[in-house]
């Protein structure tokens, strides 16, 4: 009897699996970090073999460690980090670069040409990305132009390209499936969203042939077996998403106007605006949340870039505590932030801002400020920047949040958690099960293979563990955001 669902999570820093029960409980997990390469100032790239290798080991591990068996798994989900490019000889499976990762800058002075070339309008009106290095389509493009021979294999049908999702279906099968979910081919900036097929358009702009693609498939649905030669058995592939966007479903945010953010080393937040695209005047991204049974759910998504990574650079680079729990405890420590206040612009400021030329600074400090101040600052910045994103997005969306699912490792510090929803003056909801992304997956390929009914039965899964309501009064609200957009707005164009 299939019991469980197990759920690869194919993260920027690690591979994991979890298995879970039809509860929706975990019952294992695996985690195993991997090598992160910055060959040049700017470029971050992973090996795709260990990508491979990592997660299928961590895979086979879930199930070892607690004895479960390859034929009690009923399907598999996949999610994955983003936009991250690797493209392959068909032939071989050898890919004939280190994969791409989202966060490598190397093609920002070629999206700079296109955007004074005036092709930033289109690109957006298509895909609903800003133009950026950040997404697949100038990495593909990088790979064909810079590695030997490439693009004339690329020409002739050899090669193929893929997110980590296509990457890890392609291994699991044998080389047998080149497939990608719609999720996924949202983020690589040469797929219409709108009419949901490959642009020929942005295909011909980034010269990338239209053989080295993926097929686009839905977010759930039976799409094949996993080779004999993984597991003792063959098991469907049943599910697959972007992480950000499987924690959306991971949450349950399946109404239009339900939102998530995911506090990370950076903050994603995604709100679901149900079967249409919102086109986004605040520099938000629109993007494809998921397809299921056909339908289409779309979301507005906006990123930061530091968030937990002001705590761990606070903890890490100027050594102010040991752990993060400790920033807590100093935070409480006040009263009021004593008017310090923390831009956390350390590698420029993201949405809804996006100026690379910010950089981080305090502001308001005198002789009485402390760590605990800086520190309090450093987390109030978190909740202030989500804020800001949040606010962008009610007005593109023109509906405001009733409640905001959190998750992710910050989302432990109940400081942040009761400031963040005091300052957003709207419910926080944390869940039980904080592993959001994952589970998001498993509902996926779940409910592809008929292991869980239907969303009811899955919104039956879903318990808060703590929420938080608004308390602080609105004049301190006020005040609060007024000292901190002064401070973003100081802390802008820095670099000139
Ligand atoms: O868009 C990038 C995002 O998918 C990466 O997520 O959790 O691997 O840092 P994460």
Redesign the pocket.
């Known amino acids: 009897m299939s019991q469980y669902i197990l759920s690869l999570d194919q993260?920027?820093t690690s591979s994991r699996a979890i298995v879970f029960d039809k509860k929706g409980q975990i019952v294992s997990v695996a985690q195993k970090d991997f090598k992160q390469h910055f060959p040049k100032s700017g470029w971050v790239e992973h090996d795709p073999q260990e990508i491979w290798t990592s997660q299928s080991a961590v895979m086979i591990e879930s199930l070892a460690n607690e004895g479960i068996k390859a034929s009690e798994i009923a399907g598999i989900g996949i999610t994955n980090?983003?936009?991250t490019t690797i493209v392959w000889d068909r032939k071989t499976g050898k890919a004939l670069y280190n994969a791409i990762v989202?966060q490598d800058r190397r093609t920002s002075a070629y999206c700079d040409e296109l955007k004074e070339a005036g092709k930033a309008e289109m690109i957006a009106s298509k895909t609903g990305l800003i133009l950026d290095a950040y997404f697949s389509a100038t990495k593909i493009k990088w790979i064909l132009d810079n590695v030997e021979g490439a693009r004339a294999k690329a020409k002739n049908g050899e090669l193929a390209f893929g997110t980590i999702d296509t990457w890890l279906v392609w291994k699991l099968t044998g080389g047998k499936n080149h497939i990608t979910d719609i999720s996924n081919a949202s983020r690589t900036m040469v797929f219409n969203i709108h009419e949901k097929q490959w642009d020929k358009e942005l295909l011909e702009l980034f010269d990338i042939p239209e053989s080295m693609l993926p097929e686009v498939k839905s977010s759930s649905e039976v799409y094949c077996e996993t080779s004999g030669d993984i597991l003792s058995v063959k098991i469907p592939i049943a599910g697959i998403a972007?992480?950000?966007q499987a924690a959306l479903f991971g949450q349950l945010c399946t109404q239009s106007g339900m939102a998530k953010t995911t506090y990370?080393?950076g903050c994603?937040l995604v709100m679901n605006t149900g079967e249409k695209p919102v086109k986004s005047e605040n520099r938000l991204l629109t993007t494809v949340a998921w397809e299921i049974n056909g339908k289409v759910n779309y979301a507005l998504e906006g990123s930061v870039f530091i968030g937990g990574a002001a705590i761990q650079w606070l903890r890490d680079g100027i050594e102010f505590f040991g752990h993060a729990k400790e920033s807590e405890k100093l935070a409480v420590s006040l009263e009021d932030n004593d008017g310090v206040y923390f831009v956390p612009a350390l590698s420029g400021l993201g949405a809804p801002h996006w100026d690379q030329d910010a950089r981080g600074a305090f502001f308001g400090i005198t002789r009485g400020t402390t760590i605990a101040h800086m520190t309090r600052a450093a987390l109030e910045a978190i909740a202030y920047q989500v804020n800001d994103v949040l606010k962008a997005m009610e007005k593109d969306s023109s509906e405001p949040t009733k409640e905001l699912r959190v998750d992710g490792g910050a989302t432990a510090n109940n400081f942040l958690m009761q400031f963040q929803a005091d300052i957003l003056n709207c419910k926080i909801t944390r869940p039980k099960i904080i592993e959001t992304t994952a589970i998001g997956a498993a509902f996926l390929a779940g409910l592809a293979v008929g292991f869980w009914k239907d969303e009811e039965e899955l919104k039956s899964l879903w318990e808060a563990d703590k929420s938080f309501d608004p308390k602080m009064d609105d004049e301190k609200v006020e005040k609060y955001l007024h000292f901190w957009h002064k401070a973003v707005e100081r802390s802008k164009h820095w670099v000139e």
Request: aromatic share 16%; no cysteine; charged share 25%.
């Open positions: 993260g920027t980090q983003r936009e989202w972007g992480d950000q990370g080393t994603f």
